[in-house]
Every structure is written in structure tokens, then in C-alpha cells.
């Protein structure tokens, strides 16, 4: 971990941690589909997805995407920024379903750390990965612009 944003630029290439294990549960998945009107079988009716491809439900891609600040919060907390903006994404793959009740981390390093004139522009790579599961459910590379204090 780091105590400072001006200690970012030496990880560049480097590991900044790996994040606690966090549970995909059904309500979880169902949540995710209320709010936004997801509702695909795969990831909401456990008794049609139980003969499915996956033996049962999966979370949505973009659920385990939009668990990304979940990761990357404490990660990112250290001083000498006063606020982070999603700045957006290089690239984002789904390489392995989440099955229900699964667990997943995110392996988080750094990619690119730029100063520009509205701010730190740093490019992480995130690798999220299933506990017990070889293949990562995601691998992202979100872009996030630091603003500094004062």
C-alpha cells in the first residue's frame, strides 16, 4: 500500500494489492437486474439456470465490472488527492462466469500514471478472480482521473 498519490508514479508496472475476498450472492444479482432491467435467465431463475450451461445462475458481466470501486477504494486510499473522477475504460473481458456464491478479489496494479493539466491520470489493471477458479471472471482496465489537494 501506499501512503501518498505522489508514491503512484514508482508502481507504475508494479502491484498495488490484492483486495479482500468479496461474496456474489443471488440477492446481490438480483439487485443488479432490478436496477437495470436485466432479467436474463442466466442470472435470475435459479430453476431454468440449474439445466443451463452453468449448472446455475451467473452474475451479469457488468455486475462484477461495477464492483470494480468496491476493489478499488481501499487501494486508492491514500492522501493527497481531494477528489477521483471515472475517467472511463481502455478495455474490460469477461473471460469466466461468476456462479452464484461465489467469491471474488481484484489483483490490482498499475499501468500508466500521467500528470496533465486537469490532474493524475492513472490507468490500473484489474484482475478480478474467483476464489478456487483458474481463469479471472474480468479483466479491466479502468482509467481514473486524481485531482490533488489544494
Known sequence: ??????????????????????????????????????????????????????????AHGYLTLSMLPIFLEPIFAFE???MQLNYGLESVRFPHPVPVDSRIRARISVEAFDETDRGIRVVVICLVEIEG??????????????IREG
Request: hydrophobic share 45%; with cysteine.
Open 80 to 82: 493527497g488527492i481531494a
Open 1 to 58: 500500500m501506499i501512503a501518498h498519490v505522489d508514491e503512484l508514479a514508482d508502481k507504475v508496472g508494479h502491484e498495488l494489492g490484492v483486495t479482500d475476498w468479496v461474496l456474489v450472492d443471488q440477492q446481490r444479482i438480483d439487485l443488479f437486474a432490478e436496477a437495470t432491467g436485466d432479467h436474463q435467465w442466466i442470472h435470475v431463475d435459479r430453476e431454468r439456470a440449474a439445466d443451463g450451461p452453468f449448472g446455475t445462475t451467473i
Open 133 to 146: 477458479v483458474d481463469k479471472p471472471a474480468c479483466v479491466a482496465r479502468p482509467v481514473a482521473l486524481l
